[in-house]
């Protein structure tokens, strides 16, 4: 009996030191995503603000232009370079990177504006490095220039803003949390929770971030839109329209996922304006061309 008492004593002396070294396993390689996460830092030279980044401009720039093609693909490719949406997409942002701040980014020779075919879905992307697309279900909603102007400037405002980048660099910092959770915990019996906490976590840490974006985008894009000459109230318009499109047939789900809901960017586009136009937004600033039933378009730059 002695012999089984010391033998099962044994096992579980066994088995508690490979759940300690378990435990420490997965210590070390969360302390690891946290330590690469603090000492990756860069100052934006836009906004000044230092940023965890998980790669060079060089990087950001070349992961682009690589994502580009199937993006592009997987959206009904691009319209003809005739058609005459494409060529305003273009102009229209070129004007805001020429007349903004945008042109302070590094990125200002890398950006591409394009329109794809996509009939549905809703919606306007950016890629890391300057590649911007939105889709023509979402232009044909739109009224006039300015609009354009501020669905462009907030996706330019995501590159200059480095969101991309840095979402990146806290994705790799939850997996790593969650690769280490799921390490130390492997043969707990609440192991499994506990795994589910932490990926929760990170999948909300990510939502959280890019929301903020989302809004910080919306300044960007009101600031390029009023530096272009353009009227920065139409934002609040494009807002009312995605909101619309919600409802009305349109694939939009991609956007309300991520992004904050359109009242609350209301909201901020409100309070935006009132601060930095508290005498009301001068009359120089204009809808520019109507996109619908305007006169022809001039795509001089």
Do not use: W
């Not at 906004?47 to 060079?56: C, F, L, N, P």
């Not at 075919?117 to 009224?143: C, H, K, M, W, Y």
């Not at 809901?261 to 009132?274: G, N, Q």
């Amino acid at each position: 009996m002695s012999i089984f008492n010391s033998g099962g004593y044994g096992y579980q002396g066994q088995r508690q030191g490979c759940f300690n070294m378990r435990m420490v396993i997965g210590l070390i390689i969360a302390g690891i995503g946290v330590f690469s996460y603090l000492t990756h830092t860069e100052v934006n030279p836009v906004t000044g603000e230092k940023q965890h980044i998980a790669m060079s401009v060089d990087q950001e720039m070349q992961l682009g232009l690589q994502a580009a093609p199937d993006m592009v693909n997987q959206m009904g490719g691009l319209v003809d370079p005739s058609d005459r949406r494409g060529q305003m997409v273009n102009t229209v942002g070129h004007n805001l990177l020429d007349h903004s701040d945008a042109r302070r980014g590094p990125y200002t020779d890398n950006f591409h504006f394009s329109l794809l075919r996509d009939p549905q879905t809703v919606n306007a992307f950016s890629l890391p490095g300057g590649q911007v697309f939105i889709t023509v279900a979402l232009f044909d909603r739109l009224e006039n220039e300015a609009q354009l102007a501020g669905v462009l400037g907030h996706e330019i405002g995501h590159v200059i803003g480095r969101h991309g980048a840095e979402h990146m660099a806290t994705g790799q910092l939850g997996q790593m949390i969650v690769t280490g959770v799921a390490v130390g915990t492997s043969d707990r019996r609440n192991g499994q929770f506990a795994q589910m906490a932490a990926l929760m976590a990170n999948q909300m840490l990510q939502l959280k971030y890019s929301r903020n974006d989302e809004f910080q985008a919306d300044q960007f894009g009101l600031q390029f839109m009023a530096q272009t000459g353009y009227d920065p109230r139409q934002m609040k318009r494009v807002m009312e329209i995605l909101k619309a499109s919600a409802g009305s047939g349109g694939r939009s789900s991609s956007i309300f996922a991520t992004h904050p809901d359109p009242d609350a960017r209301i909201d901020r586009i409100e309070s935006y304006l009132k601060d930095n136009y508290p005498n009301g937004v001068p009359g120089d600033l204009r809808a520019g061309y109507q996109l619908k039933t305007g006169p022809a378009m001039n795509l001089e730059r």
